[in-house]
Structure formats: C-alpha cells, structure tokens
C-alpha cells in the first residue's frame, strides 16, 4: 500500500509503536512544574563529570541504558540508533553512544531534532528496515550557553524573549510491538520513576510523520528564537493537516516543542492567517517544563531537550492512560550557527510533525 501521504507526509501501512522512553534531567528542570515526573534527575548538572560536555553524553548514556531496561532489551537488540545533539560535530552523541555499538545515524535539527529522529526510526521499523531502533537526543544549558551565546560567567542580561535551554536526554525505543513497562537503570544517578510510573496500559503508535522544510523570516535576533521557529512550525502544521486531509481539532493536543511564550502567540497569529485555529489544542513543552516567572526563565524553555523530555515524561503517559488520544508533534528548531551569525545571517527555523495515537 502506498505509504507516501500528498507531498509532505507518510503515514505508514504498519505503525510502529514507541515501545518505552527515558527522561533524563537537571536540578533546575527537577525544580520545575513537571519535576516529579522525569526518571532520572542528576544529583548535580555536573552529572559526575568535569566539562558540561562530558555531563551531556553522561545524560544520554544513562537516557539509553533505562530505555533499554524499561524495554526489557540490549544494545544488541538495537538494529540503529539516531541521534543527536546541539553541539559542534554531534560531539555529546559521539561519546554518548560510542561504547553501546549500535548502528549510528547522526542526526542534527537543532531543537527539532527528537521530531527528527523519531521520525527516521519510525520510518526504518514501518519499512521493515529494522526491528527496533532507538531515538536519542540530549541538550545542556551550560554547553549550549557557551557554544552560542556568551561565556556562562559573563552572566549577561536576558530578554523576556529569551528561553532557558534545558539540561537532559530523552531516549525512544521504536518497534513494531509493545514492550514491557517495568523499570530498571545502570545510572548512578537518581532514579525517581515518575508519577506515572504505574499507571501505563495502552500502546502508543506513531501513525505518521510529516517532514518539514527550512523556513527564513529573516529573523537575526539570537534572543528571540521563538520568533524563528513559529513561521516553521506554521507550515509544518498547515501542511500536515492538508496531506492527512484533517482539521486541527482532529487532535487532542497540538504540541510544539519550544517556541516559549513569544513563540506561541507568533505561531497561533501565522497559522489563524492561513485559516488554521490552533488556539484552543496548542501547547508548548518550552511552557510546560519551567515556571517562568518563579524560575526566571524568560519564555519557557528550549533545547533537544526540552522537547524530547516532556514528550517522554507527560504526553505519553497521558496517551497511556487514555487521558488523550492522539497528538500531533511538533518539535521546532531555530538552525542558529555561531558562524553565519556572526557573519550578519539570518536566523532560519525548522520543525517536523510526529503523529501519536493511544490504542489498545
């Protein structure tokens, strides 16, 4: 059957499901309205380390051993890994992944890159290409800080329009069948389990995807990322209600992954313009991991992290429970290189839509 979906999408024959996932956060996310429900929370954002760098393939390390064990599964059962990171080179994954031998696909989006990988594992597993394979992605607010902005001991100022990148990991095993639910780690870290540890009985399947284009507003303000990232999420969603021919109510929840606050009220403009109300579904994980006004994280949140995380750690335990049926996912990414920034560039966005659905 034919799995090619208008000129943006598939939606595949055979639905691949994530079978398990990981969250792996730091002391501030820990802090935040979402703190009780992460697996694993780091006694420091060190995470036993000695460079923030080392401390993020510390976080996908640990990311991918508690999936696997959730999973009741090896590095060896593994067909590929895609995943990657924010940093020069994919320089966290690198040394995050090297010593589990999987198959390795590197994969870069910025922000977007959990939509990314997901994406491309779903699409190996539905193919036939691979029976498991995993979608792992890491981000950390001291490394991120220090390759794109400013030394993190300038202590600069931060606009309202700023977001605060996130410091964790995420790992997504993909399958063709469910797995198990029990949890087991090899981390060092705390394992706290989540409120939704127990609560988990229906499968979720990733029904689609839909891949998105690079999009340039023209946008050269590195603080205001969420203005960079809203006109790409807009086409990503317009175009993937029209290859699935759907509406956006069709969905419980319309998630983006880290537009903030200011990007939120951009994207609900953009897409209102293209006839599209997404105001009374959308949501932003950059929103929902930090209190902004307590924790004084300007926007929200931001990072591969970010999304990734609260993917793993609260809409899939809701799809779960049933308490939402399906979700379309939409991690966004802000493709800001320090480089052609610095040369006068624009900053251009991204994103890529995941469609998630609880069934029994």
């Known amino acids: 059957m034919q799995?090619?979906?208008g000129k943006w999408?598939?939606?595949?024959?055979?639905?691949?499901?994530?079978?398990?996932s990981s969250s792996v956060v730091g002391t501030k996310e820990a802090d935040g309205p979402l703190g009780g429900l992460f697996d694993i929370v780091g006694k420091d954002d060190r995470f036993g380390q000695n460079t923030w760098e080392k401390a993020e393939s510390s976080m996908q390390r640990d990311a991918l051993t508690m999936a696997l064990g959730?999973?009741?599964?090896d590095a060896s059962d593994m067909d590929y890994v895609f995943a990657g990171d924010l940093l020069g080179q994919s320089m966290a994954t690198t040394f995050g992944v090297e010593n589990f031998r999987i198959p390795w696909f590197g994969v870069?989006?910025?922000?977007?890159?959990?939509?990314?990988?997901?994406?491309?594992a779903a699409a190996f597993v539905a193919a036939g290409y691979a029976?498991?394979?995993v979608a792992v992605t890491s981000s950390h607010f001291g490394s991120a800080e220090k390759q794109f902005r400013f030394p993190n001991q300038y202590a600069n100022q931060r606009p309202v329009s700023a977001t605060w990148t996130v410091t964790g990991s995420a790992a997504f095993i993909v399958g063709s069948g469910a797995g198990g639910n029990e949890t087991q780690t090899g981390c060092d870290n705390e394992w706290t389990g989540g409120d939704n540890a127990d609560s988990i009985s229906k499968k979720v399947q990733i029904e689609g995807i839909t891949t998105g284009v690079v999009v340039?507003?023209?946008i050269k303000d590195a603080m205001n990322m969420g203005a960079a990232m809203a006109p790409a999420a807009c086409e990503l969603i317009v175009n993937h209600l029209s290859d699935f021919g759907?509406?956006?109510s069709y969905y419980d929840r319309i998630v983006t992954g880290d537009l903030g606050s200011v990007g939120q009220k951009i994207l609900i403009d953009l897409c209102r313009q293209k006839g599209v109300d997404i105001s009374k579904n959308h949501e932003d994980c950059g929103m929902k991991m930090f209190d902004a006004t307590n924790q004084n994280t300007g926007s929200g949140g931001s990072g591969c992290a970010c999304s990734a995380t609260v993917l793993s750690a609260y809409y899939l335990p809701k799809l779960r429970s049933g308490e939402l049926k399906r979700i379309l996912f939409v991690p966004t990414g802000a493709l800001l290189s320090p480089v052609s920034f610095n040369e006068g560039e624009s900053v251009p966005g991204i994103a890529h839509g995941v469609?998630?659905?609880a069934v029994m």
């Open 131 to 133: 029976r498991h394979a």
């Open 246 to 248: 759907r509406k956006a």
């Open 9 to 20: 999408s598939l939606r595949f024959t055979e639905a691949p499901f994530i079978l398990e």
């Open 108 to 120: 870069y989006g910025a922000c977007s890159t959990c939509g990314e990988s997901l994406s491309l």
């Open 3 to 5: 799995q090619k979906l």
């Open 70 to 73: 959730k999973a009741h599964l």
């Open 355 to 357: 469609v998630l659905e």
């Open 216 to 218: 340039d507003y023209g």
